[in-house]
Structure formats: C-alpha cells, structure tokens
C-alpha cells in the first residue's frame, strides 16, 4: 500500500540551528499538506500546495519558516532559525486533489523536532 | 470565530464496551474528516463524511451538517482503539483545514 513517506523521524537541534524536513507523498497526489503538532493539541496546518504552488500558507511564520515543492512531488519544510518554540511534531499529508474542498488526507508518520 | 469542538475530551472504557465521540462545528462545512492518531503519533484516517452515515467494521460515523454535528461511533472497543481521536473540517466560507482538539480514548483489558 503506497504510503507518505517522511525523513529524519526525530531531529535533534539548539536554538538558532537550521532545520530541514523532507516529505514524498503518495505518487500522483496532487496536493500536499505540512502540519505542526504541539504535544496535547490537533494538528495546525502550515503550508498546502496544489502541485508546486502554494494555495495557503496563512499559519506559516514566514520570518523564520519556509516551504517548497519545485517540481510538484516532493516537499521540504525549513526553519532558519530555529527556536524553541518550534519543538513539536511536523506532520507530511497528501490527497489526491483540491478543488474547493479536501479530499481524504494520508498523513506520514512525521518527525518530531525538539530544540534544545 | 471558526471553531471545531470535540468532546468528551478524555474517555476511559473497559475492553467491549461502545463510545460515542463528537464533534461540533460552527458554519457550514464543505467536508469533514474522522481521524485516529496511535500512541506512536501516526494519523490514520477513518472517515471522510461531509454528511449521511458511514460504516466500517466496529466504527461508524453519521454528520448532520444542518444541525452542525458528527458523531463517531466506536462498538466493541479494543485495546488497539486507545489512542486520540480528531475530527477536521473545511469550512465553506474559509477552504481552510481545521482540526479540532481530540478526544483521547483509553481501552483497559
């Protein structure tokens, strides 16, 4: 069964350090979704793109985070620098389209970040 | 604002018994989703039931988008249910995702 595929699975870094996280989504899923995670909370949406174009990043602290899907597959998250608060899980998803609406969302299994 | 309310927020069950989640929005929804993350933080999605009622094995869920509701069923609970149990939404008026806060299940043998 296809599945999203995410890496590292737990990153480990100090305050102010840059940070990359990589996402491959189910192959011919248009769409792609990164989501952050604090502990005890729902999952927030960050970026979602439509092939390589951005269709909301509203959440995503541009000062300090960034996003890209050059060639409309896979994605990566950075965040230069990071701080403290940025420790959470960061969540990869994919649907097949986005046409107004959600279609159903395949989550990988995400990459915990703590900054130290 | 734009809300998604789950409750209860914490529900503790003995091995066999039935629980009924909810999930409350605040507008008229394009779509809505049922989602169980497991102890190791992976999301599976369960359902996609912008309305009507849907079944699969022991779950099931029903969405009365008029009155502004889903309902989780879960029958027959089993130790692997435990977990946290999320319910996302679009929004008609924004075509933004938004999760609610969960409701962690607990299964005792």
């Known amino acids: 069964e296809a599945e999203v595929a995410q890496s590292p699975r737990y990153k480990i870094t100090e305050k102010s350090q840059a940070v990359a996280f990589w996402c491959d989504p189910i192959?011919?899923?248009?769409?792609l979704y990164w989501y952050r995670q604090i502990l005890g909370q729902g999952p927030e949406l960050l970026v979602q793109f439509q092939d390589e174009s951005v269709v909301d990043d509203s959440q995503l602290p541009k000062d300090r985070f960034s996003a890209e899907r050059l060639k409309g597959v896979d994605s990566t998250l950075k965040i230069q620098p990071a701080e403290l608060g940025d420790s959470a899980m960061y969540l990869c998803?994919?649907?097949?389209?986005?046409?107004?609406?959600?279609?159903?969302?395949?989550f990988g299994p995400g990459t915990r970040l703590t900054v130290l | 604002g734009i809300q998604v309310e789950q409750s209860p927020p914490d529900l503790i069950l003995q091995e066999g018994a039935n629980s009924t989640l909810r999930c409350n929005f605040s507008?008229?929804?394009?779509?809505l989703q049922w989602f169980h993350q497991n102890p190791w933080g992976q999301l599976i999605n369960l359902f996609y039931?912008?309305?009507g009622t849907k079944q699969n094995g022991r779950l099931s869920a029903t969405t009365v988008a008029t009155e502004r509701y889903s309902l989780l069923y879960i029958s027959s609970s089993q130790t692997t249910d435990s977990g946290v149990y999320f319910c996302?939404?679009?929004?008609?008026?924004?075509?933004?995702?938004?999760f609610g806060s969960g409701t962690r299940l607990s299964i005792r043998p």
């Open positions: 507008d008229s929804v394009n779509n």
């Open positions: 996302a939404v679009v929004y008609s008026s924004a075509s933004k995702i938004i």
């Open positions: 192959s011919g899923h248009a769409t």
């Open positions: 039931i912008p309305s």
């Open positions: 998803a994919s649907s097949l389209t986005w046409e107004g609406d959600t279609d159903t969302q395949y």
